[in-house]
């Protein structure tokens, strides 16, 4: 696989917390490891937060959900990020679905450690506002993406973004799971993912994609992957 400079590295933006949450700094139960499968649902919106969950391994989406029923992406989850942020900001139950993408793991939090951590941990809170603001962010550009950029665009901005969080690793996708994070007809995945691959910025196999060159998949995406003033 080509390499080329990713604007930003999502695993960044939680580094102190990932720190804190593997010994005895938070408030309340001690953190445990957990394990979910593929298309596991951690959060339900509407729902009381069971946990949060700090990813080492996998990737989780967000999912906002219209009153209708209907859902589609606002936000990717994977190693070194939380799910379940808004515990912080004091909210008890969730806003969003968190779907496991792929098999994830990584350490339960109780939502009481998250939300004691103004006053027993400043600077970790300090932290984890910066990571929501950084999730906010992302919902902002993925409005704009989604209403402005052409499905082609959008595969490519996911998948540069899973390629920061997981590295040289194939993403195991399938057509149907694009649409569904997309709001899109799978038809409609299953052309631009040609069109990708016919550019050689990426080999599609059944039920996962390889990506074979970054810089070709980066003039082929929108940008909205990239986040504004890092990088």
Same mark, same amino acid.
């Given at each position: 696989m080509t390499k080329a400079r990713l604007p930003a590295d999502p695993r960044d933006m939680l580094r102190p917390l990932s720190?804190?949450?593997?010994?005895?700094?938070?408030?309340?139960?001690?953190?445990?490891?957990?394990?979910?499968?593929?298309?596991?649902?951690?959060l339900e919106a509407g729902a009381p937060f069971p946990a949060a969950y700090l990813l080492t391994e996998g990737l989780v989406a967000i999912m906002a959900r219209a009153p209708g029923g209907a859902a589609a992406e606002a936000g990717l989850v994977g190693p070194g990020g939380l799910v379940g942020h808004e515990a912080a900001l004091g909210a008890g139950r969730a806003t969003s679905d968190a779907v496991a993408l792929t098999a994830v793991r990584g350490l339960?939090?109780?939502?009481?450690?998250l939300a004691a951590l103004r006053e027993d941990r400043p600077e970790i809170h300090r932290e984890v506002m910066e990571y929501a603001l950084a999730r906010m962010a992302e919902v902002?550009?993925?409005?704009?993406?989604?209403? /402005?950029?052409?499905? !082609?665009? %959008?595969?490519?901005?996911? *998948?540069?973004? &899973?390629?920061?969080?997981?590295?040289?690793?194939?993403?195991?996708?399938?057509?149907?799971?694009?649409?569904?994070?997309?709001?899109?007809?799978?038809?409609?995945?299953?052309?631009?993912?040609?069109?990708?691959?016919?550019?050689?910025?990426?080999?599609?196999? /059944?039920?996962?994609? !390889?990506? %074979?060159?970054?810089?070709? *998949?980066?003039? &082929?995406?929108?940008?909205?992957?990239?986040?504004p003033g890092r990088g």
């Open positions: 720190l804190a949450a593997s010994g005895a700094a938070l408030a309340g139960p001690k953190p445990r490891g957990f394990e979910r499968r593929k298309g596991a649902r951690l339960s939090l109780a939502p009481g450690s902002e550009r993925l409005c704009v993406c989604a209403a /402005r950029h052409s499905i !082609e665009q %959008r595969l490519a901005r996911w *998948l540069l973004t &899973a390629a920061a969080l997981l590295g040289d690793r194939p993403v195991e996708m399938t057509h149907e799971q694009f649409s569904v994070l997309f709001g899109v007809r799978r038809a409609s995945v299953t052309t631009s993912l040609h069109l990708l691959e016919g550019d050689h910025a990426i080999r599609c196999r /059944r039920g996962a994609v !390889e990506i %074979r060159d970054l810089g070709r *998949l980066e003039a &082929a995406s929108c940008g909205c992957h990239a986040t």
